[in-house]
C-alpha cells in the first residue's frame, strides 16, 4: 500500500492516497471498529460495508449537532466498544467532523480514521484535525483539534458524487489557489470542473497537491496562531450565512471569499478582484447573496475568529497571497 | 499569593494553596471571565459572586450530562464569549467536570481554572485534568483530560460545607493512602473526621498533601498508562453502583475500596482488609451494599478500564501499596 506520512508534534497522520475501500481492514481491524457514515454513502455503497460494525447518520449539516453525538454515544457503548476500538468516519465533510469530535470525547479519547467520499472532505475537511459540531445557527462551536490516525483515498467513491458536491469540493481548492499557491490559481484557470470530473487521474493529482498543500500548512501551525488563519479565507461571512440560509458550504465560502475580494481590493488595493469572482463562476459558484445585514452581522459577533471588537479577516494582497488582516466589527458592518 | 507550579508537559498548573476567593480577580480579568457554579454553592456565597458573569448549575450528579454542557455553551455564546475568554469553575467535583469539559470543546478550548469548594473536589476531582460528563448511568464516557490554568483553595468554602461532604472527601483521602501512602493511612487511624473538621490549619495541611501526592502521580502518567490507574481503586464496583443506586461519590468507592480489599485479601493475600473496613468506618462511609449482580455487572462490562473482556482491578497489596491486576469478566461476576 503506498503511503505518505505527515507528523505533527503528537501524532503521525498515514495518508494512502489511492487505495481500495477494501484495503480498510488491513488499517483498522474489523472486530475492534465502527464505521460511521451517513444514509447517503451507504445506500449508494452498502455491500462496501459489510461485515464492519456501521452507525449510520441523516445526512447534512442539520444533522451536525449534538443530539447526533449523544446518540452515537449511545450506539457505541451499545456495541460495547472500549478504548482500543477505532472510529472510522467514512463520508463526507459532516461525517469527518463528527467522527473525529466523537472519537476525541468517547471514554476521553479513542483512535479514528478517515474514509473522505466527497471532493470538498477530500481536499480540506478531513485535513488538520479540526473537528466538531454547531450549536444553533453557530458553526463548529463545540470541537477539538485533534489529528486522526490515517486517511484513505478511495477515488472510486467520487463517481457517485453529485455534480453539485463537486463544485463544492472546488470551492476550497479555490480557496487554497488564492491564499497559497498561484501557480495552482492559473491551472485552474486554464482547466474546467469538467475536465477533472471526467479524468480521475487528473483529479487524482489535484487531489493530491490539495492535501499536501494543506498539511503543509496545518503542520507549520496546527493550532492556528497564524499562518493556518489564511485558510479563513472567504470563511467569516461564509460561515455567517451558511448555516442563516441552508446553503452548502461550497457556495457560502465562494460568496465569502468573492466579498473578501472585494475587500481586499477596498482596503489594500487587490487589482485581481474579477479574476477571482470568474474562477468562481467557471467552477460553478455563486459570487453574491442578497442577504439581511442585520442577522448576518449577528452571527458575525459569535465568529471564533473574534477577539473582542476586532475580527482577523482574510483578504488576499495579490493572487496566491492570502494575508491576515485585523478589522473591527464596525468597520465591517460598514462594508457590509 | 503564595503559589506553587505544577509541569504537564503540554501545560503548568499554578496552585494557590490558600488565598482568599477575592484573590481570583488578580488571575483571572473580570471582563473576559465566566464563574459557573451550582445553585447551593451560589446560595451559600451570594456576595462572592458580584461582579463576575456567573452560569448557576442545577447541583448534583444527575446533572452532569451533555443537557448542560448544550444550556452552558448556549449562555456563553449569549455572553459573547470569544476564545480569549476564561472559564472558571467555582464547586464541588460536579462542577469542576463539566467546566474543563466545557472549556475543552467551546471553541474548541478556552483557558480554564478551578476554585474547588468541596473537600473531595480539592483533594481529587479538580486535579489532574481528567474531566467530562455522564451518558445515561455510565459515567464520565465522554470528555477529555486537559490540565487547568489554576487551582485556587480558599479554605473557607469548608465551613459551609455538610458534614455527608466531608466524609465524601475522607473517602479519596482514605483512596491516596491506600494505594500511595502508608504513613498518611496511620495518619488518618490516629485522627478522626471531627479533628480535621473543626481544625482548619489540620485540614489544611492534610489537603496539601493530597493535592502534592495526586499531582505527583498525575504528572508521572497523565494519560494513565500505567502508575495513574492506581487511582481507580475503589472506583471500578464505586461507578458502576454510583449512578445505579444515586450514591454519593465518595460512599460508592468506599464500597468499591472494601470490595477490592476482599478482591485483595483473596487473590493476593492481602491481610488488613479490616484495617481498611475500619478506617472507612471511622471516617463515616459505609462498607457494603447489597445491589443487584446482574445490573451491576452490566454497567461494569461497559467501565472505561475494560480492554475486550478483561478489566485492570486495582487491588493493595499491603497497607499503601496498590497494584494493577487485570481480571476477567467471568471471574469478576463469580467474585460479586
Redesign the interface.
Same mark, same amino acid.
Given at each position: 500500500m503506498n503511503k505518505k506520512y505527515f507528523r505533527f508534534s503528537q501524532a503521525t497522520v498515514a495518508y494512502y492516497p489511492a487505495e481500495s475501500f477494501q484495503s480498510l481492514k488491513h488499517i483498522a481491524d474489523q472486530r475492534t471498529t465502527v464505521l460511521l457514515t451517513d444514509e447517503n454513502v451507504f445506500s449508494a455503497h452498502t455491500k462496501k460495508f459489510r461485515n464492519w460494525n456501521t452507525i449510520i447518520l441523516k445526512p447534512g449539516e442539520a444533522y451536525k449537532n449534538?443530539a447526533a +453525538?449523544?446518540s452515537i454515544?449511545?450506539e457505541l &457503548?451499545g456495541l =460495547?466498544c472500549? #478504548? /482500543?476500538f477505532t472510529l472510522v468516519g467514512v463520508g463526507g465533510g459532516v461525517v469527518t467532523d463528527i467522527t473525529g469530535y466523537v472519537a @476525541? &470525547?468517547?471514554? #476521553? @479519547?479513542i483512535r479514528f480514521g478517515f474514509v473522505p467520499t466527497s471532493l470538498l472532505a477530500m481536499v480540506d475537511a478531513s485535513i488538520g484535525g =479540526?473537528n *466538531?459540531v454547531d +450549536? *444553533?445557527v453557530?458553526k /463548529?462551536?463545540? *470541537?477539538? &483539534?485533534r489529528q486522526p490516525s490515517f486517511i484513505l483515498h478511495d477515488l472510486n467513491f467520487l463517481a457517485s458524487l453529485p455534480d453539485a458536491e463537486w463544485y463544492n469540493g472546488f470551492a476550497e481548492i479555490i480557496k487554497h489557489a488564492s491564499v497559497k499557491d498561484a501557480a495552482m490559481f492559473k491551472e485552474l484557470e486554464q482547466s474546467s470542473p469538467a475536465l477533472f470530473m471526467k479524468n480521475k487521474k487528473l483529479a487524482g493529482e489535484l487531489i493530491q497537491k490539495n492535501v499536501r498543500l494543506k498539511h503543509k500548512v496545518v503542520m507549520k501551525d496546527e493550532f492556528e496562531t497564524g499562518e493556518r488563519k489564511l485558510l479563513n479565507f472567504g470563511h467569516t461571512l461564509g460561515h455567517a450565512i451558511e448555516n442563516l440560509y441552508a446553503l452548502s458550504h461550497g457556495r457560502s465560502i465562494a460568496i465569502g471569499m468573492s466579498f473578501a475580494a472585494k475587500l481586499s481590493e477596498n482596503l489594500l488595493g487587490f487589482k485581481q478582484r474579477e479574476r477571482v469572482e470568474a474562477l468562481l463562476e467557471k467552477y460553478q459558484l455563486p459570487v453574491q447573496l442578497d442577504y439581511e445585514k442585520g442577522k448576518v452581522l449577528e452571527v458575525l459577533?459569535?465568529d =471564533?475568529k #473574534?477577539? @473582542?471588537t476586532t475580527i482577523n479577516f482574510i483578504l488576499i494582497k495579490k493572487t496566491g497571497q492570502g494575508i491576515i488582516h485585523p478589522i473591527s466589527l464596525n468597520q465591517l458592518a460598514e462594508e457590509l
Open positions: 449534538q +453525538v449523544d454515544i449511545e &457503548i =460495547k472500549d #478504548r /482500543n @476525541g &470525547i468517547y471514554m #476521553r @479519547g =479540526k *466538531g +450549536v *444553533g453557530y /463548529n462551536m463545540a *470541537g477539538l &483539534i459577533t459569535m =471564533k #473574534r477577539s @473582542g
